[in-house]
């Protein structure tokens, strides 16, 4: 079971360059979420989204931008990264109900 | 807006002692979800144990429980018998609804568990 997979694991950008961090999910899930994840802070949402064809802004959402074309698909992308978008970035997902998120292993995001 | 406030960033414990890790959180809630997450070195967001604010009973998986203070708004987690594979960043999370059904999480700062051989 492959649970919530995320694409690339590292990446090194330099400033201005653009992007797209893609999160992978094959539960079915109605729900998917970005996070960011900065050293001595805990995981901040960045977006979310409720459905197919549906996003919404976080906690942190200027800079990035996301699209859900396919419900199981969910991408994060930076048009002009900036140092302070290095990262590590987590996408999670759940389904309807009480579910806890399911989250993928994380991609380090190193802006230069 | 709920705040997650862990306030040990570090914490050791010997190998099959206890240990228990605090959260305090803000909300003017009724009925809300905490989890528990443990972060290993491999990065992974594991899930360790929740609890749901409306059940009095704390929630218990294996090695690990909590002590759920609903009125003084505390959630700590202690680990009984710890072990080596115990050692990683643990993280308090807060389950607030949005809209429509989906889930904001708002974390802690996170307290690094060390294990003493």
């Known amino acids: 079971n492959a649970g919530v997979t995320q694409t690339p694991k590292f990446r090194v950008l330099k400033t201005g360059q653009s992007m797209t961090l893609l999160c992978a999910q094959d539960m079915n899930h109605e729900y998917m979420y970005w996070y960011r994840q900065d050293p001595g802070m805990g995981l901040r949402l960045i977006h979310y989204?409720?459905?197919?064809?549906?996003?919404a802004k976080g906690e942190v959402p200027d800079g990035y931008n996301v699209s859900r074309l396919k419900k199981q698909n969910f991408l994060l992308g930076l048009e002009s990264a900036a140092p302070s978008q290095t990262s590590v970035y987590f996408c999670a997902s759940t389904g309807k109900g009480n579910q806890p998120q399911h989250f993928g292993d994380g991609t380090r995001l190193s802006i230069l | 807006a709920q705040t997650v406030t862990q306030s040990q960033p570090e914490m050791s414990v010997q190998e099959a002692e206890t240990v228990t890790l605090s959260c305090t959180y803000d909300t003017s809630e009724s009925d809300y979800y905490l989890f528990w997450y443990k972060q290993p070195p491999s990065r992974q967001m594991i899930l360790v144990i929740r609890q749901e604010a409306y059940k009095q009973q704390n929630a218990t998986e294996n090695r690990f429980s909590v002590n759920f203070q609903k009125a003084a708004k505390s959630f700590s987690l202690k680990i009984s018998d710890s072990q080596l594979g115990d050692a990683a960043m643990y993280f308090c999370?807060?389950?607030?609804?949005?809209?429509?059904?989906?889930?904001?999480?708002?974390f802690g700062q996170g307290t690094r568990l060390t294990i003493n051989p």
């Open positions: 989204s409720v459905g197919e064809g549906t996003t």
């Open positions: 999370a807060y389950r607030s609804d949005i809209i429509q059904g989906a889930q904001k999480l708002v």
